[in-house]
């Protein structure tokens, strides 16, 4: 790893009172999301335990961060497909989290406004269509597959909270209910007298 910089608490107070002082000195990239940011960059807060520190925005891009949208550092940009990409990356691996438009937003360092924007003119629907998008073809994967789960356990593991909710989307989406699906599916695996026993909701 190319980082030669220490936190010292002198480092650590600069980035947390976004000290605008120290903007050039040195750079701070957050290994959760992958992103680097000047010192002054308003955004949340990282966890000391996640920061690498960088004297230069080379060395971050060497060490495979990516400048954030909201403090440009070095005024380097990345083209909005490219976080498009990685906004689709974490959906495809957190769509059964609580994901909000905030949430997308606090990770790649963009206001909310800007992202549903963004997102809408390169994918062509909002993220939280997006969002139900992969929820429901999880769910119908799920359905498909001989399994004891009930269709508010599914609901749930796919990210839908409301069971409700999830079978009205469900159907408009399909045109059917979750209970006819996995009743007119074909199951592709179907092993043993397990499968059997999925009637329920
Ligand atoms: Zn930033």
């Given at each position: ?21 120290y ?39 060497a ?50 406004y ?52 999830f ?21 592709a ?13």
């Amino acid at each position: 790893m190319p980082t030669s910089m220490k936190m010292t608490d002198e480092l650590w107070q600069a980035i947390i009172h976004n000290d605008s002082a120290y903007d050039g000195r040195f750079y701070y990239g957050v290994r959760t999301t992958g992103i680097f940011c000047r010192p002054s960059c308003k955004s949340k807060n990282p966890n000391i335990e996640h920061v690498n520190l960088f004297e230069n925005a080379e060395q971050a891009v060497a060490d495979s961060f990516r400048p954030c949208k909201r403090c440009k550092p070095d005024n380097m940009r990345l083209p909005d497909e490219e976080w498009v990409q990685q906004l689709i990356q974490l959906i495809e691996e957190r769509y059964e989290e609580p994901l909000t438009l905030q949430v997308l937003a606090d990770t790649i360092h963009a206001s909310p406004y800007h992202l549903h924007r963004m997102f809408k003119r390169i994918q062509g629907e909002t993220p939280l269509e997006y969002i139900q998008k992969i929820r429901l073809r999880e769910a119908r994967r799920i359905l498909s597959e001989p399994s004891h789960l009930t269709v508010s356990e599914i609901a749930k593991r796919v990210g839908f909270p409301n069971s409700a909710y999830f079978a009205t989307l469900f159907h408009k989406k399909t045109g059917m209910t979750p209970s006819d699906y996995r009743n007119n599916t074909p199951k592709a695996a179907e092993t043993g007298t397990e499968a059997a026993n999925n009637k329920e909701v």
